[in-house]
C-alpha cells in the first residue's frame, strides 16, 4: 500500500482529496485564499462490545435501526458521492423503523471535508431529515478533530455520539468558519454545526457514513439514561487504579492535583482525599518506585 502511494498508483493519491494545513474543515465555506476542501487523514482503532439488553452490564445506548447498502453503478469519480443513494437510503431507513426524522436530536454526519462529499450529503440529509421540523437539526463530525480515519471512521463516530451521551454534552466541531453557501439549510438555519460544547440531554441520535466505494450507512442510537450516583464517584472504599501521565515531574504533580470537574470541585478534592487516606500503602509505594527510578519518568535528555 505504501510503495502504491508513493508511486501515485493509489486512487487517492492522484486526487485533490487530501487538505492542505492537515485539517478537515467539514461543513464550512472554503476559504478563498487557503483551499479548505479535503481531508486529512488519521489512524484509529476501535472495539465495540455489542449485548442484547437482557444480558447487558453496563449500557452506554441501544441500537434503534441501522442499514447500510452499496451502489456500484456509479458513473462519477471515487470522491464525488452520488445523492440519490443517500436520499434513498434515509427515506427507506426512517419507513422501515417507524421513527419521525424530526425526533433526532443531534446527527453525526460523514463530513469528510470535501466540499462536494459534505454538500451532497447534507443536501440529502434536508431533504429526509428536516421535514416537519420545528427547531434546528444539530450535526458535526469528529472528522475536524481527528481527521478521516478511513475503515475506523464510521465506529469512531459513533464512539463520539456514545461519550456525547455519556457525558451529557456535545464536544465543538472544529475548523468551522461560515455555512456553506451551497447547502441551503445551513445557511437558513435548519441545520446548525456545533460550534461550542453544548449541554446535551441525549434522546435520539443517528450516524451518517459515506464510504468511497459506494457504500452509505445510517444508524440511530438511544441514549441510555441513568441517574448517577454521588456525581459518578464511588460510594465505598475499595481501592482503585488511578492511571496518570506527564513527561516531567512538574506536569505529573498539575496533572494529579487537577480539578477534573470544574462544576464540582469539592467532589475531586474529597475523591482524591478519601483514595490518600484508605490506600496509604499504595501511594507509599508508588512514591518509592518513582523515587527509585527518577529516569523512567522524565524525558531523555538531548545529546
Known amino acids: ?19 492542505r494545513g492537515n485539517k478537515c474543515t467539514s461543513h464550512s465555506q472554503t476559504s478563498a485564499r487557503v483551499r479548505a476542501s479535503g481531508f486529512a487523514l488519521s489512524e484509529g482503532i476501535v ?38 443513494p443517500l436520499t434513498s437510503l434515509l427515506s427507506s431507513f ?36 428536516l421535514n416537519n421540523r420545528q427547531s434546528p437539526l444539530l450535526i458535526g463530525s469528529i472528522k475536524s478533530n481527528l481527521g478521516h480515519t478511513s475503515a475506523a471512521s464510521a465506529l469512531i ?3 463520539k455520539v456514545l461519550i456525547a451521551m455519556e457525558a451529557g454534552k456535545i464536544p465543538a466541531n472544529n475548523n468551522f468558519n461560515k455555512p456553506s453557501q451551497q447547502v441551503p439549510a445551513l445557511v437558513e438555519g435548519r441545520l446548525k454545526v456545533v460550534t461550542e460544547p453544548m449541554p446535551w440531554s441525549g ?13 452509505v450507512g445510517h444508524i440511530v442510537l438511544r441514549s441510555h439514561n441513568k441517574e448517577k450516583v454521588n456525581g459518578g464517584l464511588p460510594t465505598d472504599e475499595l481501592p482503585r487504579l488511578l492511571v496518570i501521565s506527564g513527561r516531567t515531574e512538574e506536569g505529573l504533580e498539575e ?34 518506585r518513582y523515587e527509585e527510578n527518577p529516569n523512567v519518568n522524565r524525558p531523555s535528555e538531548s545529546k
Do not use: W
Request: with cysteine; glycine share 6%.
Open 94 to 129: 426512517y419507513q422501515q423503523c417507524g421513527i419521525d426524522p424530526s425526533l433526532i436530536s443531534y446527527l453525526e454526519a460523514d463530513g469528510s471535508g470535501i466540499k462536494s462529499r459534505d454538500t451532497i450529503e447534507l443536501n440529502a440529509v434536508a431533504k429526509v431529515l
Open 255 to 288: 496533572t494529579f492535583n487537577k480539578d477534573y470537574d470544574e462544576e464540582n470541585p469539592d467532589l475531586n478534592r474529597e475523591a482524591a482525599r478519601r483514595y490518600t487516606e484508605k490506600n496509604p500503602d499504595v501511594n507509599r509505594a508508588a512514591v518509592k
Open 157 to 159: 463516530s459513533v464512539v
Open 47 to 84: 472495539t465495540m462490545y455489542l449485548q442484547k439488553a437482557k444480558d447487558a452490564k453496563r449500557i452506554y445506548a441501544s441500537i434503534v435501526h441501522s442499514q447500510f447498502e452499496c451502489y456500484g453503478d456509479r458513473k462519477s469519480g471515487y470522491i464525488v458521492p452520488l445523492e440519490y
Open 1 to 19: 500500500m505504501c510503495s502504491q502511494l508513493r508511486g501515485r498508483d493509489c486512487i487517492i493519491s492522484q486526487t485533490s482529496a487530501r487538505v
Open 203 to 215: 434522546g435520539l441520535a443517528a450516524v451518517n457514513s459515506v464510504g468511497l466505494s459506494g457504500v
